[in-house]
Every structure is written in structure tokens, then in C-alpha cells.
């Protein structure tokens, strides 16, 4: 080198690699030392297409807008026509996603409720059972009926408004799930019927079905015993949108509930949450083709979840099909979520405002994805519920904004002809016009 | 004895006739007849009645029971008193897969032989199998008991909790985190009472216990080939 620089050779500038860029070398360092997989919570990280390649094209001569703040554009809807004596009835089309007592606190658990209630929406239940606390303050409890069990009592099942048979989620579809043991308090392990402080992996398999002939007949099940009376929906994670969405109708659902692979985790391996499973993007549309070549669409109504997070991804996905959208990290976020009023502590942690992730080691500095009493009790959950009720009418309100640009005076009157693609990926995935074409990927005449 | 012909009646008010049954009912003997293999047959009922299905069942029946007896004339189809949480559920033929799944409680006995993965998820339930059991039974059995009077298929206890498992013949093979484990005079004592109440005649002494090594609780990379 001292030689090159005596030489006045000149210098290149250090490049680092692509391939193996500092983020990747750190892994590789980290399972040198450790000797087992990263796990950490949230959904997928990296840049994939999205609701943000999509657009709307509002309304000019040949369209005609509705006024704003003047000509109603309604936002209610109801789920479970199907077969349920009691459909679901929500002011808004957007749901809270199921996250477990356990991953969450109790005040988390109940600010959820506090907030979806007062915006007139329903929160949901994850694996662990139903506590006192959601039910409490969810006027709309939907009961997560998931392959461990944990909690599972015929008494609670009769209390929900709605039961979701959980088949996958979008952060790790094949995957079962996974509390560790640092979070398991005296509570949480009783609830589950297990030893305090053992790390839970649930399976990823329901314990007695195997196969949408199988679920048909849980579900027959599940119907008998709470009297046809409340909905049942089938969650699925985003992998063959189109087969799995058939699969679930024909199994008898009210719902489908279609998660993609940016919908969040409490704790699941790196690798899963980043290679396996499609955006939601990329699953609309499959279900949606999937419900109409069936005839039930908007029999069958659809949730979908996984990276919403503004009203025009609300607009957007509703556009392309959706009933209903649900949100879980989002939701997080406004209860206090990776504030940046703790960022002193997330470097203590290793980490900073927005990238921290590591919700399983239940030492989460807003007091939120913790059984930690003293954290706990950072987290106020009247403020907490508050906060989430205002983030859901902001949504409401900006996805509505939309619907009146494009001349709709309901949410549910957006159709995929109000939009169009800047990508040529986007165009592929949601089979939407390229911008400034009639064309998309697949589709002939370009 | 109150009779209801499943034929004439129909699943719904069958099941809708039993489940508004109340504590203080005077009703408490039913008998179920053209039962024909049918699912979710007297399932979520609460309450201490009697309940005799004539003939063999299909999924499902008995499910997340709480307080009845249910006495099944036949063979169970699979799932039968999934997720019990108290009562009875006493089969007199063979048991399909997962008889007794997830049950919290109560106590589920199988005169002739069970499928696979029978008791798997047990949180707390009794199970007691006069005949054999399949493979992958207790799978993640949580707590509560499993008494084999016959012998056990292949990977007996897989990832293992909490539950005790009781089996008087051979075990073809144990699942991973799954040993055989030292019969005390209290397990003896469990086992006397659970084959009292399901009505067989064996002996608790010939049995031997399996548990958990408890290796598998907490991951260790060390065990990771043994998943």
C-alpha cells in the first residue's frame, strides 16, 4: 500500500460487497457465534412490491368525482352472510389482526379493544386463548381457533361474535408458532397448561384435521357447538391464493381471512419471515378470481392483511376485491410501537426507533410486546386505546378521501378498474393496467 | 330414557335438544339411535345427563364435552371428545386418530384399541385404552394421563410435556424427549384410580411409566438433530 502511495498509484475506493454486504456478514457472524437461527418478531423486511406501485386514477370527464366532506361514501360492512345466524356488523372495513395474550400484554390486549370498540371494529384473539381483558373492551371478539389449543374452552368459544379457524399466516405460512420462555409469566403459563418459563413452539398442524375435506367437518363442528349462530372465517397466509381461497370456501367458510408475508409475528425465524410466502400484492387477486369463478364473491367476504398501513392501502386493497382489510403491526405502531420516545432504550438494546424487533425476549421498552410487570406498567391502555381509535378513523377517513376522487360513494364500490400500476412487477401481481397502458404482464396486445 | 332417531330429528336439533339442558334437569337419560356414522354428534353439551348413541360414530363426537357421559355403542370416528373439558366419554368398540385431542379434562376410556395420535395435545384430560394405540400417540401431550392397557406404536410421547403415560405391553418406539421413567407408589395410585373408574380389571404393577426427559424444553442447539 505504501508503496502504491509512494508511487502516487491512484487509489480505488474500498467497495463493498453486494452479495456480502455488513448486513449480511453480521448474520453470518451472529450464527458463527450463536450456533442457531436470528428469531425475531414482525413481518417480512425487505422491499417488495406493494400497495405503493399501485395508484389511483381519480376522476375527471370521463368519471365524476363525489364532493368531499359533502356527498356521503359509506364505509360499513357486514361479515359472515354466508351461514352465520349473526353476521358481523362493523362501521369500517378495517379489522384488528389476531396477536396473542402472551406476545402481548394484558393492557396491550386491552387497549386493542378499547380502540377497535370505540371506532366501531373488531379486535381478534392469537394463540393463547381469550382473556378477560379483550373480551372486556372488544365490543367485536373474533376466537382464534389455532392448532395448539391453548386456552381453548367451549364457554369462551360462545362468547366470541366470530370464531377464525387459523390455517397459516403471511409471516411464516408452514409455520407453527413460537413463544419463548422469557415471556412465559405465571399467567400466560396457565393459561396454556404448561411449565413457566419453557420456550412453546405450537404446531403447525391442527391436532385432529388434516385437509379441507377434514375441515369441513370441524368447522360442521365448531357450528354445532355454538348454534350457527356466529361466523367462521379461514385464515390462510399468502402462498396459492387462488387454490387456498377455493379450498376454504368449499370447507364452508363465512370468511376468508388472507394474510401476506409483511403481516407481522411475534417470534418466527428470519429466514422464514423473509423467503417464504408472497406479498399480499400478490395475493389479491387469485382469491379474488378464485371467489368469483366460484360465485361467492361478496358471499364470502375477504380480509386481507399484511402491510397496511395508510387509507390508500385500505382504498387499494378493497379496490382489487377486499371486503375488509386487518392490521396488526400498524396497529402496534399507534399504541407506541418502536416510539421514538424510547429510543435511549432501544440502543441499550442494541437496536434503534423503528427496527426494533426482538419482541420474543419480552424486554420491549414500550411496555407492549412484554409479560414484564414493570414495563407493563409503562403502557397506558385508555391512552393506548385512544390513540389506536384515532389511527383507525384517519384510515377510514383517508381511504374514503379516495373513494369520492373516484366518484364511489362506498368503499365497497372501488373496483380495479380506479386504478393502474407504475411497475411492471405490480402490473404482473395484481393484474392492473401499467400506467398509461391497458396493459399488463400476461395479458396480449402490448 | 328420552330416544331421539337422528334420522327424524336431524343434526342441529339433536344437538340444539342436549346442549339446553341445564344442571337440574330430570331428563338425564338419552338414547340416540340411526346414529350411522355421523359427525359432531352430541357435541358441547354441559350438563350431567346420560347420553347412549346406539352404533358407531363419525368425527367429532363428544367434542369439548363438559360434565355429561356419553356411552358410545360402537366405534368412534376420529376426534372423538376432542378437547374435553370434564364428564365421561366411554367407547365400546375402536377409537379413530386423535381420540381425545386437546381434552383439558375429564375422562375418556376406549374399550378396544385407539389410531394414531391418540391423546395429542392432552391438557389435563384421562384417557384409558383397554386395547392398543397407534403411532405418534400423546404427541406434545401437555399433562393429564394416558393408560395403555395393550401396547404402543411407534414414537410414543413425541415431544413430550408434562402428561404421564401408563402402557402395560411394548412400546415399538419412543419419540423424541420421551423415557421410561420410575413407577412410585403415587403413579401407582393414579393408575389404580384411573382403571377403577374406566372398569378394568388389570393390574397397576405391570405397567410401566414414560415421561418427559424435559431435554427439549428450553432449545439448546446441542438437541437440534433431535427434532
Not at chain 1, 125 to 146: A, F, I, N, W
Amino acid at each position: 500500500m505504501k508503496d502504491k502511495i509512494d508511487r502516487k498509484i491512484p487509489q480505488t475506493v474500498p467497495r463493498q460487497s453486494w452479495t456480502f454486504s455488513n448486513e449480511i456478514n453480521s448474520e453470518i457472524r451472529r450464527a458463527a457465534a450463536t450456533g442457531i437461527y436470528d428469531i425475531r418478531g414482525g413481518g417480512a423486511k425487505r422491499r417488495v412490491p406493494h400497495f405503493d406501485d399501485l395508484l389511483f386514477l381519480g376522476a375527471s370527464i370521463s368519471r365524476y368525482p363525489l364532493e368531499g366532506y359533502r356527498e356521503k361514501c359509506g364505509t360499513n360492512v357486514t361479515l359472515g352472510t354466508r351461514f352465520a345466524q349473526n353476521p358481523i356488523e362493523l362501521d369500517i372495513p378495517v379489522t384488528i389482526a389476531g396477536m396473542s395474550f402472551g406476545a402481548l400484554s394484558g393492557p396491550a390486549k386491552e387497549a386493542l379493544g378499547r380502540g377497535a370498540s370505540a371506532a366501531g371494529t373488531s379486535t381478534t384473539t392469537g394463540d393463547g386463548g381469550m382473556t378477560p381483558e379483550e373480551r372486556g373492551h372488544s365490543s367485536k371478539l373474533v376466537y382464534q381457533y389455532l392448532p395448539s389449543r391453548y386456552g381453548m374452552n367451549p364457554d369462551d368459544l360462545r362468547k366470541a361474535d366470530a370464531i377464525e379457524v387459523v390455517v397459516g399466516q403471511g409471516a411464516k405460512p408452514g409455520g407453527g408458532g413460537m413463544l419463548l420462555g422469557q415471556k412465559i409469566s405465571d399467567r400466560v403459563a396457565q393459561m396454556r397448561n404448561l411449565p413457566k418459563g419453557i420456550d412453546q413452539r405450537s404446531a403447525c398442524r391442527h391436532p385432529d384435521w388434516t385437509g379441507p375435506d377434514d375441515l369441513e367437518i370441524k368447522i360442521l363442528e365448531l357450528r354445532e357447538i355454538t348454534g350457527w349462530k356466529v361466523p367462521v372465517y379461514i385464515k390462510i397466509g399468502g402462498t396459492r391464493p387462488y387454490y387456498d381461497t377455493a379450498l376454504a370456501v368449499k370447507a364452508g367458510a363465512d370468511v376468508v381471512v388472507l394474510d401476506g408475508m409483511q403481516g407481522g409475528t411475534a417470534a418466527t425465524q428470519d429466514v422464514f419471515i423473509e423467503h417464504v410466502g408472497l406479498p399480499i400484492l400478490a395475493c389479491i387477486h387469485g382469491a379474488v378470481k378464485a371467489l368469483q369463478d366460484l360465485g361467492m364473491h361478496r358471499k364470502v367476504q375477504l380480509i386481507v392483511s399484511g402491510g397496511i398501513r395508510t387509507g390508500a392501502d385500505v382504498a387499494k386493497a378493497m379496490a382489487l376485491g377486499a371486503d375488509a382489510v386487518a392490521i396488526g403491526t400498524a396497529a402496534l405502531i399507534a399504541l407506541g410501537d418502536n416510539d421514538p420516545h424510547w429510543e435511549e432504550e432501544y440502543r441499550k438494546l442494541g437496536t434503534t426507533t423503528g427496527a426494533y424487533d426482538d419482541w420474543h425476549e419480552g424486554k420491549d421498552p414500550a411496555g407492549i410486546t412484554t409479560q414484564d410487570p414493570e414495563l407493563m406498567a409503562r403502557f397506558d391502555p385508555i391512552e393506548g386505546g385512544r390513540r389506536l381509535k384515532n389511527y383507525l378513523k384517519v384510515l377510514t377517513l383517508e381511504a374514503q378521501t379516495i373513494a369520492r376522487a373516484c366518484g364511489k360513494n362506498h368503499l365497497h364500490n372501488l373496483e380495479p378498474e380506479d386504478l393502474c400500476a407504475i411497475t411492471m412487477e405490480a402490473a404482473a401481481m395484481a393484474r392492473v393496467p401499467l400506467a398509461g397502458t391497458d396493459w399488463y404482464p400476461g395479458k396480449g396486445g402490448f | 330414557m328420552q330416544t331421539i332417531d337422528l334420522e327424524a330429528t336431524g343434526l342441529r336439533d339433536l344437538n340444539a335438544t342436549l346442549q339446553a339442558q341445564s344442571a337440574d334437569t330430570n331428563q338425564t337419560a338419552w338414547e340416540i339411535v340411526n346414529a350411522k356414522g355421523s359427525h359432531a354428534l352430541a357435541v358441547g353439551l354441559d350438563a350431567p345427563i346420560d347420553v347412549t348413541v346406539k352404533g358407531s360414530t363419525g368425527y367429532y363426537c363428544g367434542g369439548m364435552n363438559k360434565q355429561a357421559t356419553i356411552r358410545i355403542h360402537g366405534s368412534a370416528g376420529p376426534g372423538v371428545a376432542e378437547n374435553m373439558m370434564s364428564g365421561t366419554v366411554i367407547i365400546e368398540g375402536d377409537a379413530s386418530q386423535y381420540a381425545g385431542a386437546t381434552g383439558h379434562g375429564g375422562l375418556l376410556v376406549i374399550k378396544g384399541n385407539a389410531s394414531s395420535r391418540c391423546g395429542i395435545s392432552m391438557k389435563g384430560i384421562d384417557i384409558v385404552v383397554q386395547g392398543n394405540i397407534g403411532h405418534m400417540s400423546a404427541f406434545m401431550a401437555q399433562s393429564g394421563n394416558l393408560v395403555v392397557c395393550g401396547n404402543a406404536g411407534d414414537a410414543l410421547g413425541d415431544s413430550l410435556y408434562e402428561a404421564r403415560l401408563f402402557v402395560r405391553g411394548t412400546v415399538k418406539s419412543l419419540g423424541a424427549d420421551c423415557i421410561e421413567k420410575e413407577m412410585r407408589p403415587e403413579h401407582l395410585e393414579i393408575l389404580r384410580d384411573l382403571l377403577d373408574r374406566a372398569g378394568i380389571d388389570a393390574k397397576p404393577e405391570e405397567f410401566k411409566r414414560y415421561g418427559s426427559a424435559r431435554k427439549l424444553y428450553n432449545f439448546d442447539v446441542d438437541n437440534a438433530s433431535a427434532y
